[in-house]
């Protein structure tokens, strides 16, 4: 994958706003068109806003464990067929991909694809696997110009938000199950072949990329058939031999290491089995080898309960070592941010804050990873927000009458005979009796008189009636400006 510069990006993306501006962007076709959250998206696209939310189904595919072929990894329900028992072509050309790429021209998200809609919706736009096709070049007709493979899931550690599906030692040791090889073998590479030539990017996930044998099968006929093509991996960085070193030097490949913690005890309950210091040595290895091909490294990073705190220090170390960081969303019980309490969410949003502040933004890599960072902080206040309104719901324990709310909220009026009409016209029209929680008692006893007298004589019914059935609904005023 290129990684344009910073200001040919600006250029781009002052482009397509202009031109999207002319077009009347509102204007665009879907399912869920012009909502803010949609429209905010498009226009963080790094290559700028774009009819088409997402360019996997035409620029990508995905083959699966148990021969399953899918949009993207996070698409594990829209599948376009089956290997063996459809061909690599037959595959390509299913009815099933040309109905996602149709829906997704349109922002409908509905066919698999709850994650990114999940993740533009809290603003976590770095987050959106989506974004991640953008910069993929669009071939002819069936040809992917990105295939992803996860054929097979050999590991030799037992991370603890992990599970069997992903890590053959988890699926022995802890699952007590037994592995079952994937279907894929020399006839895939043979039916590939064709593709490869077209291809842009090939990424290799796992199990470990390095440890498992058919994925040196491709790499030869990629390095044969399509020797610029950028192989993109993700290693969990416990293993670099002379094998590997030889590889790095033919090929064009992009390494990522999975790091979760900058300490030795925590990193190594987090990816059990694995060695601290060697991960770190071989992450240099990979540097290094990065250097010479004049392709960046990642540090892949799953925010978690257990680390959120280190989260900012990761980054520093991304920065150090000008490696680009990446922010995995981990939903595993146990490990996912989202089940921590609302104070603890607020906490960690504080937190973040503060880092934001200290981090520094002087190159194109340490504002990208600084962007990433806002990104995930982003998304978790989004979190907590859901949340608190959640709690404070449940705090609404008392019943007030329509009778109790107009004595106490006339007595803020004195003698004003208009605003005194007005509410008693609003009153009327809500129910007899209402839930209300002690905050909202407090809040309503604490309005300044003049205040309210200001807004009753300065609004019309119609808004101030919109007002107070929102401070029912959310336990605030909603924000007028
Ligand atoms: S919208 Fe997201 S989940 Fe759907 S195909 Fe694109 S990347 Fe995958």
């Known amino acids: 994958m290129t990684f344009y510069s910073d200001t040919y990006h600006k250029i781009l993306r002052i482009q397509r706003r202009w031109l999207w501006n002319q077009l009347k962007f509102p204007l665009l076709p879907g399912k869920y068109k012009n909502t ?28 699966g464990f148990n021969g399953n072929v899918q949009p993207c990894c996070f698409n594990r329900e829209h599948l376009y067929g089956k290997y063996p028992e459809k061909s690599v072509s037959e595959i390509l050309e ?19 694809c709850k994650h990114c809609y999940n993740q533009i919706k809290t603003g976590n736009y770095e987050g959106a696997e989506a974004r991640l096709y953008d910069g993929l070049k669009s071939n002819e007709k069936w040809y992917p110009s990105e295939m992803i493979f996860e054929l097979d899931n050999t590991c030799n550690l037992e991370c603890i938000m992990c599970e069997g599906r992903f890590s053959s030692a988890i699926l022995k040791n802890r699952e007590h199950k037994p592995y079952k090889p994937g279907p894929y073998n020399e006839k895939l590479v043979e039916q590939l072949k064709p593709y490869l ?4 990017v090939a990424k290799f996930m796992g199990g470990e990329p390095f440890l498992i044998n058919i994925h040196y099968k491709i790499w030869d006929a990629i390095l044969e058939t399509n020797p610029r093509c950028v192989i993109n991996l993700q290693t969990n960085g416990t293993v670099f031999n002379d094998k590997i070193a030889n590889l790095l030097k033919r090929g ?6 999975s790091i979760d913690s900058l300490q030795k005890d925590k990193f190594e309950t987090i990816r ?3 060695v601290f210091e060697k991960v770190l040595d071989n992450l240099e290895k990979f540097i290094a080898a990065g250097k010479k091909s004049g392709h960046h490294i ?4 799953c925010p978690m309960q257990q680390n959120r705190y280190e989260i900012p220090d990761i980054l520093r170390f991304c920065n150090d070592k000008n490696v680009f960081v990446y922010f995995n969303t981990v939903y595993t019980d146990g490990f996912d941010l989202r089940e921590l309490s609302c104070k603890e969410l607020e906490e960690l949003v504080l937190y973040y804050r503060k880092s934001i502040n200290t981090l520094p933004t002087s190159n194109y890599l340490q504002r990208r990873n600084l962007k990433f960072l806002k990104s995930l902080t982003s998304q978790i206040h ?14 609404k324990t008392k019943t007030i009458t329509r009778n109790d709310l107009h004595a106490l909220l006339s007595g803020k009026l004195n003698d004003n005979p208009n605003a005194q009409d007005k509410l008693v016209t609003i009153i009327n029209t809500l129910p007899e009796t209402l839930l209300i929680s002690d905050h909202q008692l407090n809040h309503l006893n604490n309005i300044k008189d003049d205040e309210f007298i200001w807004e009753m004589e300065n609004n019309d019914i119609k808004t101030l009636r919109y ?8 336990q605030t005023f909603p924000d007028m400006q």
């Open 36 to 63: 803010p959250a949609i429209r905010k998206y498009m226009f963080s696209r790094a290559t700028g806003p774009d009819p088409v939310v997402c360019h996997a189904p035409y620029r990508s595919v995905y083959f």
């Open 94 to 112: 299913s009815p099933n991909r040309k109905k996602l790429q149709h829906a997704l021209q349109n922002q409908d998200f509905t066919y698999g």
């Open 197 to 200: 030539s077209k291809l842009e």
């Open 252 to 257: 064009h490949f992009q390494i990522g290491v």
């Open 272 to 274: 059990k089995n694995a």
């Open 298 to 301: 990642n540090i892949s990073t």
């Open 382 to 395: 989004t979190w907590w927000q859901e949340k608190k309104a959640e709690h404070d719901k449940r705090l």
């Open 467 to 474: 007002i107070i059935e929102y401070f029912f609904e959310n």
